[in-house]
């Protein structure tokens, strides 16, 4: 790569090849950590950190078959599958994320897509949230376009839809829906006027190809995500992949490995928030800081997942 590959590129590009991707993630570790920081403080406050509280506002019994997920009806985690949590007992939860200090405030269901009957309670939940000053974010699986424009009209800051992995990749980990019912769940968030969330998950087995493919389908898209969550598997027993990958040198991603990762994200999509999300709990000391110091990262504190 030349040195001039950042220098004369715009702002913000559309146009990343994986060539350029690989070549990123192949710089001497320094050099990267340069250009992410450098890319960081040109666009957001040095050492700034969002924090973030998830709510999981409906638990367990997904049809999905997500393989690292222990809310999929498919694993065998000894998880419940609950109700949809009444809206007072969300606000209360999103009251005490706030008192905590969070900023934002994410709710969670375990559904493949949201049941129209059940659109009342969230919207409902969203307008609350959105009334104590926080910053509202749900994920509750595909979206058709009239219920993300009932989220839009609620006030919804950003919904949280992730692609995973790289489109090669993905079958690998989920078969119940394709990358492109993700894709076009975006869409449909994007057509509503809602910023987009939308990351993935590094570790689940994949090779630096995947992790190239992964960053490339998000740098891509006609307008990059807001919000980049990025993702360490906690493989959990039950799941496909906690499974396949305990006690084996692939259950955990190399911590240099993860940090190349978040550095990549944070060049190839500069104006975006990028996070550290799951996974933060296993990583060292060392680990948490040196990702942190290299992109715009948020903490995201879960209060039941």
Not at 80 to 96: I, S
Not at 146 to 167: C, F, K, M, V, W
Not at 200 to 227: C, K, N, Q, W, Y
Not at 271 to 296: I, K, N, Y
């Amino acid at each position: 790569m030349t040195d001039t590959l950042l220098a004369d590129s715009p702002v913000t590009r559309t146009d990343w090849t994986r060539a350029e991707i690989a070549a990123l993630f192949e710089l001497p570790f320094d050099e990267l950590m340069f250009r992410a920081q450098t890319v960081h403080r040109a666009h957001h406050a040095a050492g700034e950190v969002q924090l973030c509280t998830l709510l999981s506002i409906k638990t367990g019994g997904c049809p999905e078959d997500c393989g690292y997920c222990s809310q999929s009806a498919h694993a065998d985690t000894g998880l419940q599958a609950e109700k949809l949590m009444e809206v007072d007992e969300v606000l209360a939860a999103a009251a005490a994320a706030k008192a905590s200090g969070s900023q934002r405030f994410c709710m969670g269901a375990a559904w493949r897509n949201p049941k129209d009957r059940d659109m009342d309670a969230v919207v409902e939940m969203v307008a609350g949230v959105k009334a104590m000053g926080l910053e509202t974010c749900m994920t509750l699986g595909m979206l058709e376009p009239h219920q993300a424009e009932r989220l839009a009209e609620a006030g919804l800051d950003y919904y949280n839809h992730n692609i995973d992995t790289s489109p090669e990749n993905y079958g690998n980990v989920i078969t119940t829906r394709t990358f492109e019912d993700r894709l076009d769940t975006l869409d449909h968030v994007r057509a509503a006027g809602i910023n987009v969330c939308c990351g993935g998950i590094v570790g689940m087995g994949e090779t630096r190809a995947d992790r190239v493919g992964f960053i490339h389908a998000l740098a891509t898209l006609p307008r990059h995500p807001e919000s980049v969550p990025v993702n360490a598997l906690v493989p959990v027993k039950g799941t496909v992949l906690g499974n396949m990958l305990a006690d084996t040198p692939l259950a955990k991603i190399d911590d240099i490995e993860f940090v190349r990762t978040v550095a990549v994200a944070r060049i190839t999509m500069p104006m975006s928030m990028v996070r550290l999300s799951a996974g933060r709990e296993s990583m060292s000391e060392a680990t948490q800081p040196c990702a942190s110091w290299r992109a715009r990262t948020a903490s995201s504190l879960a209060t039941s997942c």
